[in-house]
């Protein structure tokens, strides 16, 4: 029954969506109605109104999908959908500024001498205002209206010209900043945890282990990573536009002329290019550079963008004098609080010389002056044609429809789930054949063709989360969140383009002259149709496209992880091996020298460790070769053990499939409502699946015990190989580090032998909690200093021998007398090593510090984040560890 039910809800929520009723009331009334009629059969026929769910009754199901929205606002780790709103502001009020108006005019003028022109104009000023509004009605609507009369007047195919504009429109759902991207962003934070669980639980299955390690973890997403992700996407699409323009033109030069305007191209043009230019792309840049150099997020971003949206429209809806005053007064506010902050420290708890007070009292100004700029900017847009109220009534009629159909989404898959449709679909992406792509490209394909009848919230918030933990959970493909979701993201753009629900087709059809038929746009975006699977196709098959540049921004951050964090170890020892085979004898020779030093003038364990240390270096070379031995057998290896592994895995997850429906089952039956026909029946399924259960365990080779422990014993070998590497690697730097610091605060600790010395005059004339304190201070004091923690044990035993009834002065003393003679012994020793060893040591650490001792420093240098940014682009094979 509960597949029955199932089928009844998809068919009540399709119903209700082809009969023109709203989407935000059309998911959760299917989803009331069918969990009200499961419920309602449920008691009149089984007398129970859980009957009919596959767990769980209809109370749970109704709140479940309330109560998970809900949690997306509790929880203060997901904040994104905050930029909702913020960047739905931004675009509607640069689109009630006529900005793109201004925009299609230029563009049009400066490339209508190149064939297709228009056409790639068209283009240009659509990556333009998605990267700005991301609207795509308001997008279309305009070009529509402005460069569509003009490219059929130049005798452009009505086809070509209608497919541009409205495939260029739809840029805006994967050129950042974009609603879709935000939406997919947070439906796979939720997909992310549930895919990790799952590969967590087939690790321990698949090794009795416990725990997973960490680098086998899937990779996250947010909203910020999902815009760097999209970006290069974003731009490929374009290229492929505007290349398919441009070749069609120089093919069909009589479907699309190359203009020729009036007017030359002299100092009036060029600047009124970069007037119309260069506000967008300063917007532009500091929306997504704030994202990308980490100095904001996205929510942060979206606040940026909309105030710098409204100054924009300040500016180009006032027609008298002082047009600029506002954005000028804004740049040149923007300006000076960037120089103050560069070159002064503005924490007013900092504030202790006059030149702090200058420097805040600047950045003071900066502020005001920029809040008044954005202030006056407002004033102006609400004053002029009511624009600030029409944008604000707009935006929130906006949001509240995004969030409606978010909350009418949840309860929808709640249903879904309540009727064990999660399961149904699970079983069946997990029973095809071909492993990870051929789920990949079934859900592909299904997203494409519901693209065809469904809007993009719709595709997003309702599929997303019933297939992406399965595809994400999938060890051999390893797909990162990012990449995912912004071949979810590509691929859910075509639905404004496919007929016969496009959206970009009706926005178009609404504003096209009636000499254009509806047939004639319908041509016209099938083109464009197949170079946005062909870019989905690219960047499929390319996964650094998608990548890199998020995995890039992550590692050369401030808040970058440190080298030591296991998800980089692989890369990082990749990189190793690569400067081991370049600059080996370079690295063995500055090792060698360092052997060589004297080291006899430290203290006995001192040396010991340092000695230590350097042939920890000497060995890491002999480490790093037993990893690529090791490396290479389990590849050799890994060619005849990865078809048995992947047979048997799939036999035993058709194994835990039956097993699952046997306790499925076994629970009916132990219902109050399950009938002794019921029962009989379930028994009777029961022996059937236990027959088929030992038929596929059968069919596991008598071998596959044997010939998996020994490719275990290999891939424990590399692991074991690899930990040795690291602990040397740590050893033979870590020491020598702390050495070095050590005799850079000689002096430093040279400076306490007076103090101790006063010290001990000053105690003979203080007694108790004033010796104490005196003590205490110069205890706190020495301790800041390297090398100093012997001199500083012994200032506190002096301490504590004053504390309480049995205090001892004499014992008191007697420490600081040790505590002077260790300082004296251990300047000694430190002055000496200062000038003798220290050079030696110092051009050691260099020489092995972005190899053997990469792992030590606190942060990945540029180059080599770099090279692990690479390297981590690229999805690696993990299931031969499952």
Not at 178 to 200: E, F, M, P, T, Y
Request: with cysteine.
């Amino acid at each position: 029954m509960e597949v029955f039910f199932l089928l009844l809800l998809i068919v009540l929520m399709a119903a209700a969506l082809g009969s023109g009723y709203p989407v935000a009331f059309a998911l959760p009334g299917a989803a009331i109605l069918t969990i009200g009629i499961a419920a309602g059969a449920g008691y009149l026929f089984s007398g129970h109104t859980d009957a009919y769910f596959s767990h769980g009754g209809p109370s749970q199901w109704l709140s479940a999908g309330v109560t998970n929205l809900r949690g997306v606002f509790w929880e203060v780790e997901r904040d994104t959908l905050i930029a909702i709103p913020l960047f739905i502001f931004m675009g509607l009020m640069l689109q009630r500024s006529k900005i793109a108006e201004d925009l299609l005019v230029t563009m049009a003028k400066l490339f209508g001498p190149v064939p297709g022109g228009l056409g790639i104009s068209v283009v240009f000023v659509g990556a333009l205002l998605a990267a700005t509004t991301g609207i795509v009605g308001a997008t279309v609507v305009a070009m529509g209206l402005i460069s569509l009369p003009a490219m059929l007047r130049q005798n452009y195919s009505p086809s070509l010209a209608t497919g541009t504009i409205a495939a260029s429109g739809t840029l805006g759902q994967i050129i950042p900043p974009s609603i879709v991207l935000i939406i997919l962003a947070d439906q796979l934070a939720s997909a992310v945890d549930q895919a990790d669980n799952a590969r967590k639980a087939l690790y321990k299955t698949a090794t009795g282990e416990l725990t997973m390690p960490s680098e086998f973890g899937v990779i996250s997403t947010s909203a910020g990573d999902m815009f760097l992700g999209a970006f290069v996407p974003g731009i490929l699409l374009v290229g492929l536009y505007m290349a398919y323009i441009l070749i069609f033109a120089i093919l069909n030069p009589k479907k699309a002329p190359a203009v020729h305007t009036e007017g030359a191209f002299d100092a009036a043009f060029w600047g009124q290019v970069a007037l119309t230019l260069v506000p967008p792309l300063a917007l532009i840049f500091i929306v997504l550079g704030s994202i990308i150099a980490g100095v904001a997020t996205v929510n942060q971003a979206g606040a940026i963008g909309a105030a710098g949206a409204a100054v924009m429209a300040g500016y180009r809806l006032h027609e008298g004098q002082g047009r600029y005053i506002p954005a000028l007064l804004g740049l040149a506010s923007l300006i000076l609080v960037a120089v103050v902050t560069a070159n002064f420290d503005t924490n007013i708890r900092n504030v202790s010389t006059t030149n702090d007070q200058i420097g805040l009292v600047l950045a003071l100004i900066g502020v005001i002056g920029l809040v008044i700029a954005i202030g006056w900017s407002f004033l102006r847009t609400l004053r002029i044609e009511d624009t600030l109220y029409g944008v604000m009534i707009e935006t929130a009629k906006t949001t509240a429809l995004v969030f409606i159909i978010l909350l009418g989404a949840a309860m929808l898959t709640s249903a879904f789930r309540a009727f064990g449709g999660e399961e149904m679909v699970r079983e069946f992406l997990n029973g095809l054949p071909g492993g990870f792509w051929t789920q990949f490209v079934i859900v592909m394909l299904v997203i494409f063709l519901l693209g065809f009848f469904l809007d993009f919230i719709e595709i997003a918030v309702v599929v997303v989360p019933i297939v992406a933990p399965i595809l994400l959970a999938d060890p051999e493909a390893n797909v990162t969140a990012v990449w995912l979701g912004v071949m979810i993201g590509l691929n859910i753009q075509t639905s404004f383009l496919t007929p016969p629900f496009g959206f970009a087709l009706f926005y178009l059809r609404g504003v096209a002259p009636a000499a254009v038929r509806t047939l004639q746009i319908y041509r016209g975006v099938i083109a464009f149709i197949g170079l946005q699977i062909a870019a989905l196709v690219i960047v499929g098959l390319y996964p650094p496209l998608v990548n890199y540049l998020p995995t890039r921004t992550s590692l050369t951050s401030e808040t970058a992880p440190p080298p030591l964090n296991p998800a980089l170890q692989y890369c990082m020892e990749e990189y190793v091996q690569e400067a081991f085979a370049d600059e080996g004898d370079e690295l063995r020779a500055q090792i060698a020298a360092a052997q060589a030093l004297d080291l006899s003038i430290l203290p006995r364990k001192l040396r010991s460790e340092i000695e230590g240390s350097f042939d920890k270096a000497a060995g890491s070379f002999d480490n790093m070769s037993e990893i690529q031995r090791i490396e290479a057998q389990v590849e050799d290896e890994a060619e005849n053990y990865r078809p048995l592994h992947s047979t048997v895995r799939a036999l035993e997850k058709k194994v835990a499939r039956i097993d699952e429906q046997i306790d499925a089952l076994r629970t009916a039956s132990t219902r109050f409502n399950a009938t002794q026909a019921i029962k009989d029946a379930n028994a009777l399924r029961i022996q059937r699946l236990e027959s088929d259960k030992a038929a596929l365990l059968a069919q596991i080779p008598a071998d596959w015990a044997e010939v998996q422990g020994r490719f275990a014993k290999l891939t424990t070998a590399e692991t074991s190989a690899r930990n040795t590497f690291r602990r040397s690697a740590d050893q033979a730097y870590q020491p020598v580090e702390e050495l070095v610091s050590v005799l850079e605060d000689t002096p430093k600790l040279a400076a306490f032998t007076d103090e101790l010395a006063q010290l001990k005059t000053d105690l003979q004339s203080l007694e108790g909690e004033a010796a104490e304190e005196r003590i205490q201070q110069v205890e706190r004091a020495i301790g800041e200093v390297e090398g100093s923690s012997e001199v500083k044990k012994l200032l506190s035993r002096a301490r504590r021998a004053l504390r309480g009834r049995r205090a001892d002065p004499e014992k008191s003393k007697a420490e600081i007398d040790k505590a002077i003679n260790t300082l004296a012994e251990t300047l000694a020793w430190q002055q000496q090593a200062q000038s003798t060893l220290a050079p030696g040591l110092n051009r050691y650490l260099a020489a092995i510090g972005d190899t053997i001792g990469l792992r030590s420093q606190p942060k990945l240098p540029r180059e080599h984040a770099l090279y692990v940014a690479a390297c981590q682009s690229n999805h690696r094979d993990i299931s031969l560890n499952f």
